[in-house]
């Protein structure tokens, strides 16, 4: 910083190089005189014969500012007190809902705005400043990040913020330490702190959800832990998880098999080849009586037990109109299941206990009072979608569902067993929360078998809903009895404020 040089001392030598200070100073000028420019010092040569001083104002050409500074903020404060706007207004107004959501002006904002920096790279180049060309570079980069972490929405959107606030600071400070080597030459970039900021809040927050979520499961946590531990303890209770792990394995279904909503598979989009390939593996309950009028006008042609790999339902209201026909067969299966393996239904009343199907079918006024397991609800459906699914519908899976309760390990194997071997009914994937293998601490401690199939009934083919997967628990009744009385509420509580 200090140079000897014919004779006197030079401080702060360097070379003829501007660097912008903020947009601000459009508006003001800086105490030291500088209204463009910062002083960049870089090391230069000291000629060995003194020549004259001349002085000059370092003034950059107007449109490489505003390229760089001017019009990228603009842009996106308008796209920010838009977005703002447009929440309120529409929140309040509902026929203005046609206007642009706030995520997509925010979206358009960044997205714009690293347009910008694009240009203003070209620009720097064009006119031989490098330095501000690589400034250009590296903004053009982390608003192109910052729109992809918009565009994808869950969990993954929190990681692109840490990504986008990682990249932003650590480039501009390394960029500044190599080419800046004045006062100022340490440099933290604002949107990248701001970045990482925003990741840093959320992580917080999540992890503050996540204590008072298990906090609210812990004391029903210890109880299904109590009982857990009672089943392992009892030699019958050992006998029966072995036996139930071998049954299990030899179905050959886990948790990890792939099971999606999916559309029929329609055959007339296929080549003539395949096409005809398929119709002669067509069930025979594809024919012109089961095949809606409306499809046969149109000359649609589907096959109403096999699916299309490559076409998930995209619609929730389609998933709906298929589980109210689908609950209903499910109901009618259950009670064939719960009367071959001796199961227990919930009926309605003061203590509402759980009751044998064997005593309720031949007690009319006892049928009546069953609690019947509803579909899932459409704001719980929404949840699900938000924050585990990426709002794809082909995800829901449990919204035709119901429930077996069993007093005794060997009744729920035989359920399970009477269940895979139901001709009206296809088993698609299993889960075996009841396996000593298995980490219960995501669901509280509760513990059940989750099978998820499909009908495959002559009347499901004929209404349409034979791809239509559905959810069966089979769970033991000391689970069930926690689970009744206000555990599954605040397991809901739990739930939602680790997802808030």
Request: hydrophobic letters at 40%; aromatic letters at 10%; proline letters at 4%.
């Amino acid at each position: 910083d200090e140079q000897h040089w014919c004779g006197a001392r030079w401080v702060l030598v360097g070379a003829p190089v501007w660097g912008y200070q903020t947009s601000l100073t459009l508006f003001y000028r800086d105490p030291r005189g500088e209204p463009f420019f910062k002083f960049l010092q870089t090391p230069v040569t000291l000629p060995a014969l003194r020549g004259g001083l001349h002085t000059y104002l370092l003034r950059p050409r107007k449109h490489l500012f505003t390229w760089y500074h001017v019009y990228p903020t603009l842009w996106i404060c308008s796209s920010i007190v838009l977005a703002t706007l447009s929440s309120m207004v529409t929140r309040k107004y509902r026929r203005l809902r046609r206007l642009p959501s706030p995520h997509f002006l925010l979206v358009q904002g960044f997205a714009v705005c690293s347009f910008f920096y694009w240009f203003s790279f070209i620009c720097h180049a064009a006119h031989g400043v490098p330095h501000f060309a690589a400034r250009s570079v590296l903004r053009a980069v982390g608003m192109a990040l910052i729109t992809a972490t918009l565009v994808v929405k869950g969990s993954r959107s929190v990681h692109g913020f840490w990504i986008f606030g990682l990249f932003d600071t650590l480039s501009f400070l390394v960029f500044t330490l190599l080419t800046e080597h004045g006062p100022d030459a340490v440099y933290f970039s604002t949107p990248g702190l701001m970045g990482l900021g925003l990741a840093l809040m959320v992580l917080v927050l999540r992890l503050r959800a996540n204590l008072s979520s298990k906090r609210l499961l812990q004391q029903d946590q210890q109880k299904y832990q109590a009982c857990w531990s009672s089943l392992l303890n009892s030699e019958d209770g050992r006998a029966g998880i072995a036996h139930l792990g071998q049954v299990v394995k030899m179905i050959g279904l886990d948790d990890e098999a792939y099971c999606r909503q999916h559309t029929h598979l329609r055959i007339d989009k296929l080549p003539m080849k395949i096409r005809a390939k398929h119709l002669n593996r067509a069930s025979p309950g594809m024919d012109a009586a089961t095949m809606p009028s409306l499809f046969r006008e149109l000359g649609w042609m589907y096959i109403c037990d096999r699916h299309d790999p490559k076409s998930q339902v995209q619609s929730l209201n389609q998933l709906y109109n298929q589980a109210a026909v689908a609950n209903l067969l499910l109901i009618e299966r259950q009670k064939a299941w719960a009367d071959k393996a001796d199961g227990l239904f919930r009926v309605e009343g003061a203590s509402e206990k759980f009751v044998r199907w064997r005593e309720i079918k031949h007690d009319p006024a006892l049928a009546k009072s069953v609690l019947w397991t509803p579909a899932k609800s459409h704001t719980r459906a929404i949840e699900k979608l938000v924050r585990s699914y990426e709002n794809n519908p082909g995800c829901l899976l449990d919204i035709a569902r119901c429930a077996l309760v069993f007093e005794s390990m060997t009744e729920l194997t035989n359920c399970l067993g009477v269940i895979v071997t139901d001709d009206s009914v296809r088993v698609e994937r299993l889960k075996n929360r009841l396996s000593p293998a298995y980490d219960c601490e995501e669901t509280g401690g509760y513990r059940d078998v989750c099978i998820n199939l499909r009908h495959m009934s002559p009347e499901a083919k004929t209404l349409g809903v034979c791809l239509h997967m559905c959810e069966v628990q089979l769970l033991l009744l000391e689970f069930a009895n926690i689970r009744k009385s206000d555990g599954h509420r605040r397991y809901v509580r739990a739930r939602n404020t680790k997802g808030m």
